[in-house]
C-alpha cells in the first residue's frame, strides 16, 4: 500500500527539491513518512539528491533510517558523520543493528568509539561483534525473555506483566536452567496462552526445535527458518548456554540476499550494490570486471588466429564461427545458472552429482543434434557448400556437449575449492565454449579444406 | 544443524535403494525425518530414485510433504495420484496450502474434486481459489483468532484459554467491528501479556497498520512484509471486511521465488525448475531458449556477411572482430543485470530514470576510451598495423556505450510494455550490442581499407 504513496512521493521530493522547499521536505521526512519508507527514497536518489535529503532528517531519527539502508550506502554515510553523531545512534537502534552498522566503519573509527561508549554498551555490542557479521552470533540480539522451567504458567503470566513491554518478534519465551542458564526448550506464546494456570513450564514446553550454534553460517540459518517456519529461535554458545535470538526480520534480508547473490556475482556485481552509485564509482567496479573478461576475448581471439590461413581461403568460415561459439556459450550457461541456484539451495552433493552430468550430457547430445541440423541446413542454403554444412553440424554437437557438461562440473569443482561458483563460473565457461568453439569449428575446417 | 544430517541422509538412502532395504528407507522416511526434510531429500533426487521414495512414503504424511516441494514437482507427483487420494490430503493441510496444491492439477480435474469435497470445506477452499495464487488472496489462510473492540483484556485471556490450541504463526488477534465484521485493528500477543486486565481491547489496539487488500500482488506483500518486519498481516476485502491473513512463511517463500526469478528467468529457466528433471523434459525446455537465441546468432552472422569482401581483405578483422562485440555484451550485461535487480526492489522510476541513463552513458564513455586504449594496443603490437589499432578503438567506444545505454532503457521499455525484463532482455541486449559491435568495426574497416 505504500507502493504507489512513495513512487508519487520521490516525484514530489524532487520538485521541492528543485525549488528549494526544504522546510516542506524537512517535514515529510521526519513527520510523515515512517523510516523505511525514507530508506527507500534515499536509497533510490541519486548522491546529490541523496546528500541533501540526508542533512534534512532529525538526528533522532538518524538511526532507525540507517539501520534499512544498504551496507554501501550507510557506509557513505557513515563515512560524513562524527564520531560522536555515530555514538548517538546507539540511543535509538537494537544493539545487533548497532554493531551492523558499526561494522561498515573502518576498524581503527569502530575501535575508537567503542572505548568511549559506556560499559554496558559496550560489553554488548562487544559480544555481538565477537561473531563474524555472516553467522547466527553476527546476525541475533541479545532482547530475550527467559524463565525456569519449574514455574508454573500463572507465574509466568505474572511475571511477564511485569514489564512495561516485551521486544518485538517474541513469539516464544525460552526456559533456561537455574545454574548455568543453559537453554533448555521454548514456550511458544500461543500455548501460554491457552494452557490450565496450574500446569508448570516443564510441562508444556517445546523442545524439539534445536538450537543454533552461535558459529553456524547465515545461509544455513536461513535454510533453517525456511523450512521450519520459524519466527524467532534460540542462540546457544558450544556449552549450550543461551546467548541471544535471531528473529525471522533479519532472516529474511539474508535470504534477499542469499538470492540476488548468485544474480549480481554472475554480472559481477555486488549483492548490495547501490543502484545510484556515483559514475566515478561506478566505472571504476565496471572496468575490472571488464578487465577479466577482455582476458577471455583475447584467448578466444588467439585461438582465431591460429586459423587465420584457413578464413583466408574460405571467408564464410568468419561469418559462421560466432554461431558456434554462442549456441556452446547459451547451453553452457543455462546449465551454470541451474546449478548455481541448486548449490545456493543445498541440492547438490556427491550422491546426485554424477547423475546431473549424465543427464547435461545426453542434453547436450540431444539438443546437439537438433540444432546442428537446423545450422548446417541454414549454412548449406546460404554457402551453398554441403562440407562448410558438416563442419558446423560436428562443430556444434561438440560445443553443446561441452558446455552443457562444463556448466554442471565447473561450479562443482570451484565451490570443493572454496571459490564462489557464482562469480567465477560465467568467465570460466565463456572461455571454455569460446575455446572449444573456435577450435573445433575451424580446426575441423582447416582439416577439410586444408 | 540439519544440513549436514540430510547431506548423508541422502547417501544412505541411496545405498538403501541399491540393496532394496525398503523397510529402512519406509521408517527413516516416516519416522524419523521430518516432513520438510523429506521434501527436500525429493527434491534432491533424480527422477526413478524420487518415485520409489514417494511409495515409500505413508498416506497420512503425503500432503505434508507435497507441501513443501515446488510447484513443478507438486504437479508431476499429483498427475499419478487418483482423485480420492488427492482429496485426503485436504485433512492434513492448511486451507491456502490445500487450495495450492490443487492450483497444479489441470481445471477440469480440480472443478471435479471440488465438486465431491464436503460444503464447508469447498467453501472455504473455493474462497482463496477466488484470488489468484498471486495476490494477497491466494496467499492468505482463513484461521484468523478475532475479538471485539468493547471487551477488557481479561475477558480476551478467558476466550483464549477456551480454545485448545491457537493457529501458529498467530502473533496478534484482530480486531473487528460487531456488525459488519470489518477490520479495525491488530493486539498483539506481547501487547496482551503486558497490559492491566482491566484495560479494554479499544484502548491499546494498534491501528496504524492498514490492512492488505485481498486484491495487493504477492511482490507487494512481500515488499510489505520486508519493510515494516511483520509477521503476520489482515487481508480485507474492498468494504474493509476482514477475509484471512497473511504469515511470513507463505511470505518468505515469495521472497525466495521472487529474487530467483530474476536469476533464472535470465538464464531462460523457470522460477521453479526442478533441477532433477528428466532429460527428455529438460531437452525440449532448453531447446526453445537455444532456438530463440540461434536467431540473434544468425542477425549477427548477417551482419557480418554484408562485410565478406573486407574480412577477405584483412584476416585479421575476424580475428579480432569478437573482442568488440564480447566488450559491449559484458557491459551491457551487468548495467541490465543491475536495472533489473533495482526493478525487483522498485527502486527505478520515472524520476529517476533519467539520472541513471545519464550515469550509464558516462560510464560507457569512460569505460569505453579506457578499454579502447589497452585493445588498441595490444592490436597494433599483434598486427603491426596503426589503422587496425584506430578502427578497434573506435567500435569499442561505440559498443561499450551503446551496450551501457541499452542495458539501462532495454529493460524500462520492456517493463512498460509489460513484457518481464528478465526473460527478454538479455537476448535482445545480446543482439543489439552484437550487430552494433560488427556493424561498427567491420563498418570502419570497410571505410579505411575499402
Not at 513512487?7 to 524537512?26: C, M, V, Y
Not at 523442545?207 to 543454533?212: A, G, S
Not at 535454510?223 to 524467532?232: G, P, R
Not at 561459439?325 to 556427491?350: N, P, W, Y
Request: aromatic letters at 6%; charged letters at 20%.
Amino acid at each position: 500500500m505504500n507502493q504507489l504513496a512513495s513512487e508519487s512521493e520521490l516525484h514530489k521530493l524532487n520538485q521541492a527539491l528543485d525549488t528549494g522547499a526544504f522546510q516542506q521536505i524537512r517535514f515529510t521526512l521526519n513527520n510523515t513518512l515512517q523510516s523505511v519508507e525514507v530508506a527507500q527514497l534515499l536509497e533510490k536518489s541519486p548522491p546529490k539528491e541523496r546528500k541533501v535529503l540526508w542533512k534534512l532528517i532529525h538526528r533522532d531519527n538518524e538511526g532507525a533510517v540507517l539501520q534499512h539502508l544498504s551496507d554501501e550506502i550507510q557506509a557513505d554515510i557513515l563515512s560524513r558523520m562524527d564520531n560522536s553523531r555515530v555514538l548517538a545512534l546507539a540511543d535509538s537502534l537494537d544493539t545487533d543493528d548497532f554493531a551492523d552498522i558499526l561494522q561498515q566503519l573502518p576498524d581503527t573509527v569502530m575501535h575508537e568509539l567503542l572505548k568511549v561508549m559506556d560499559q554496558q554498551n559496550r560489553e554488548r555490542v562487544e559480544q555481538v561483534l565477537s561473531f563474524p557479521e555472516d553467522t547466527a552470533g553476527g546476525l541475533m540480539n541479545t532482547d530475550t525473555v527467559t524463565i525456569r522451567p519449574d514455574i508454573t504458567v500463572e507465574t509466568v503470566l505474572r511475571y511477564i506483566r511485569r514489564h512495561d513491554e516485551i521486544p518485538e518478534m517474541t513469539d516464544s519465551l525460552f526456559v533456561i536452567s537455574r545454574r548455568k542458564e543453559l537453554y533448555i526448550g521454548i514456550l511458544p506464546l500461543t500455548k501460554l496462552l491457552v494452557t490450565d494456570p496450574d500446569i508448570t513450564v516443564r510441562e508444556i514446553m517445546v523442545t524439539e526445535i534445536e538450537p543454533i550454534p552461535a558459529t553456524m553460517t547465515d545461509h544455513e540459518v536461513a535454510l533453517l527458518f525456511e523450512q521450519h517456519d520459524l519466527v524467532s529461535a534460540p542462540v546457544v554458545d558450544d556449552d549450550g548456554k543461551l546467548l541471544g535470538r535471531i528473529t525471522i526480520d533479519d532472516v529474511v534480508d539474508v535470504i534477499r540476499e542469499d538470492a540476488d547473490h548468485s544474480l549480481m556475482s554472475m554480472a559481477g556485481l555486488d549483492d548490495d550494490e547501490d543502484t545510484f552509485a556515483p559514475v566515478w564509482k561506478t566505472s571504476k567496479r565496471r572496468a575490472i570486471w571488464l578487465g577479466i573478461n577482455l582476458i577471455t576475448a583475447f584467448i578466444a581471439s588467439a585461438v582465431i588466429g591460429i586459423f587465420q590461413g584457413t578464413i583466408d581461403k574460405v571467408v564464410a568460415l568468419a561469418v559462421l564461427m560466432p554461431i558456434v561459439a554462442s549456441m556452446g556459450g547459451i547451453a553452457g550457461s543455462q546449465t551454470l545458472t541451474l546449478v548455481i541456484r541448486a548449490q545456493a539451495l543445498d541440492q547438490v552433493e556427491k550422491a546426485n552429482a554424477a547423475w546431473l552430468i549424465r543427464r547435461e550430457l545426453a542434453v547436450g547430445i540431444l539438443n546437439g543434434i537438433l540444432w546442428a541440423i537446423v545450422v548446417a541446413g541454414v549454412a548449406v542454403a546460404w554457402f551453398g557448400d554441403y562440407t562448410i554444412g558438416l563442419i558446423i553440424a560436428m562443430a556444434i554437437i561438440i560445443n553443446l556437449i561441452v558446455g552443457t557438461c562444463s556448466g554442471t562440473i565447473l561450479p562443482l569443482i570451484l565451490k570443493a575449492r572454496g571459490v564462489d561458483p557464482a562469480l567465477a563460473g560465467g568467465v570460466l565457461l565463456t572461455t571454455v565454449t569460446d575455446v572449444v568453439g573456435f577450435l573445433a569449428f575451424l580446426g575441423l575446417a582447416t582439416y577439410f579444406y586444408g
